[in-house]
């Protein structure tokens, strides 16, 4: 994949296009601390369509929960049976066009 860093501030801040067309998305991470953890807010900009938004929040959720697994040294969860799970219920909470 190709993108382009569109803001960096390090250790708080990193934002990236997702692909490299004038269409592509945004993808920002931003770090804030919270008595002795860490918040982490994921914002993905200038999705396409219902189906893309619901697809990208569902990989993000599952991709942050095996990597909460891992900080807690859990065996992490599978990635396509959380994602499938995680996207149904997407699917019924985000708005039909």
Known sequence: MKGRITRCDPPR??????????EASEVTFELSPRGGEVLLVI???????????????SGW?????????????????PFW??????EDEYE?????E
Not at 43 to 57: F, P
Not at 61 to 77: F, W, Y
Not at 81 to 86: E, G, M, N, Y
Request: net charge positive.
């Open 61 to 77: 959720h599952t991709h942050v929960g095996i990597l909460i697994d891992h900080l807690h040294s859990r065996e992490p969860r």
């Open 13 to 22: 801040l990193l934002s990236y296009t997702w692909g490299d067309t004038r």
């Open 81 to 86: 049976t959380t994602f499938l799970k995680i």
């Open 92 to 96: 019924k909470r985000i708005a039909a």
């Open 43 to 57: 914002t993905h900009r200038r999705l396409g369509d219902r189906k893309e938004i619901v697809g990208v929040a």
